[in-house]
């Protein structure tokens, strides 16, 4: 998707039918708001991360609001459900004064959040999750067989093809995010904010999601949409508020703005190019897989040149991760060969491919990328302990060194090299799993969903990093749910079904039809 400033012409597309408002974008036939907050403040220790906020939200309205990581989103919804408190500013709940100190508070009025990072209990059902602080039980005892029975109904009810008897861990990413979702639907809810639900989810589950949203809608519910895909927005909200650098920059009626405008009011620049790619020259091969079989994949075959970018697309579950990870020694392959710069080479674990110059970024960055409560140096640092190491200590000095370079190239947003992984926003934390590969000599990249829940200016600098690991003869492997993404980014695109390849495509020749009919089976 290219997104260009330099016309005024409005998006083609599809938006949400019967949106009102006036010019400004504020609030419709001058209704009395649910939620209304004036000159919201919230300051931290260095940080000041909202500045004198004015927004108001409409009973029964899909309202999204925008903004790079870092302009303020996570901070307000955490004010909003009683996790930070203000620190200075008014919040007003049907017009009348709210100290919002408790998410106890915000949940008896009706205010839950669905986050972009599941928080949930993996060890558990999905029935106890659903149920978690309102268990059913008698006699002390929980009663989990009825538990289960009523959270299917609920997961019926609402469109959700999921097993309640299950563990949570069992499921996908994007499945434990409905179950979020779900969970929050069903506790009564009257402001439903829901944090980029559709950034780990497949294109079915994504439908599932808007039906209950639409459904929500209908029924009064007030729902903030945030989410870095515009095309959401457009066929969702009816209004949208732009956050940039912690300041409300606009609230805009849908129906009369265009993405181009939107992005100008959250970078305060022009992006030609969303999706950014540099017309590189492949070289020789890299990585070449022959007959690759196991858990999940079977039989795959295919070759990454120096300078390309290969692309893996499939529905959640087609075999796209288990491959990559049997790639990167992560998980067990039971056929097939893999060359390194032509010579044979045996990964049978992690180390093995890291000492082969592949690295994995993972879709979970949270779980799988980051020592989250250690700080950005440590983080940065990790896999090149060896070489920054004397006489089994590690030259400080010098992983500072490294540290802040990488914080200085990829324009990571932290209060410094000592600051928690755990503070910082989601696209800075992407940047961190990417930086800390960088000065480690590896040469085949496997990008696992690597703008998830990033903004747009994110996008590009990871895109511009993409070009420039490709000007130094690496390889990528890029995997993406997102096909606009993975459609112009990839030089050489592979669609993943039912653990095998179904279709290869060279760069942008075939329509985007074709290559969700290739995933799905048309």
Excluded at 27 to 44: G, I, Q
Excluded at 153 to 172: E, Q
Excluded at 367 to 392: H, I, K, M, Y
């Amino acid at each position: 998707m290219s997104v260009s400033s330099s016309h005024s012409t409005k998006t083609d597309f599809p938006r949400r039918p019967g949106a009102a408002g006036n010019d400004e974008g504020g609030n419709p036939n001058h209704v009395t708001p649910l939620l209304e907050l004036r000159s919201l403040d919230k300051r931290f220790i260095g940080t000041h991360a909202l500045k004198e906020v004015d927004l108001s939200f409409n009973a029964g309205e899909i309202h999204a609001i925008v903004g790079e990581n870092g302009a303020g989103k996570s901070t307000l919804i955490k004010i909003l459900t009683g996790a930070y408190q203000r620190s200075s500013g008014d919040i007003l709940w049907n017009g009348k004064s709210l100290s919002l100190s408790t998410p106890l508070q915000a949940l008896d009025l009706g205010i839950n959040a669905v986050h972009q990072e599941v928080v949930l209990c993996p060890h558990l059902s999905v029935a106890a999750n659903m149920f978690l602080g309102i268990e059913q039980a008698r006699f002390g005892f929980l009663r989990h067989r009825a538990m289960v029975r009523e959270a299917q109904k609920i997961l019926d009810s609402l469109g959700f093809d999921l097993p309640a008897a299950a563990m949570l861990n069992t499921l996908t990413i994007g499945q434990q995010q409905l179950v979020a979702t779900a969970r929050a639907a069903s506790r009564g809810c009257r402001f439903l904010i829901l944090d980029e639900p559709t950034a780990y989810l497949t294109r079915a589950e994504t439908d599932q999601l808007f039906t209950l949203i639409r459904r929500l809608h209908g029924e009064g519910v007030t729902i903030v949409y945030i989410s870095h895909r515009m095309e959401e927005i457009f066929e969702l909200a009816e209004r949208v508020s732009v956050l940039r650098d912690g300041r409300l920059i606009a609230t805009r009626v849908v129906a009369e703005t265009n993405p181009d405008e939107l992005i100008r009011d959250m970078v305060a620049r022009s992006i030609d190019e969303v999706h950014y790619k540099e017309q590189i020259a492949p070289g020789e091969p890299l990585l070449e897989v022959e007959g690759l079989s196991g858990p999940g994949f079977h039989d795959v075959s295919l070759t990454v040149r120096r300078g390309e970018i290969v692309g893996l697309y499939g529905l959640i579950g087609a075999g796209r991760s288990e491959f990559a990870q049997a790639v990167f020694g992560r998980r067990e392959r039971t056929a097939g060969q893999m060359r390194m710069h032509g010579k044979p080479v045996n990964i049978r674990s992690v180390p093995d491919a890291i000492r082969a110059g592949v690295v994995l970024l993972p879709e979970s960055r949270r779980d799988q990328g980051l020592c989250l409560n250690l700080d950005v140096r440590f983080n940065l640092a990790l896999p090149s302990f060896r070489q920054l190491s004397a006489g089994g200590f590690v030259r400080r000095s010098e992983e500072r060194r490294v540290a802040e370079t990488q914080i200085s190239d990829l324009n990571i947003a932290t209060a410094g090299p000592g600051a928690q992984a755990l503070t910082l926003s989601g696209g800075n934390q992407q940047k961190i799993v990417i930086g800390k590969w960088l000065n480690h000599g590896a040469e085949l990249f496997i990008f696992d969903e690597p703008t998830v829940g990033v903004d747009v200016g994110t996008k590009v600098q990871i895109y511009q990093l993409f070009a420039e690991l490709l000007r130094k003869g690496a390889g990528i492997i890029i995997i993406s749910s997102y096909l606009p993404e993975v459609y112009d980014l990839a030089d050489t695109l592979h669609v993943f079904r039912r653990g095998e390849i179904a279709a290869t495509y060279s760069a942008r020749a075939v329509d985007h039809e074709t290559i969700l009919g290739k995933a799905i089976g048309n």
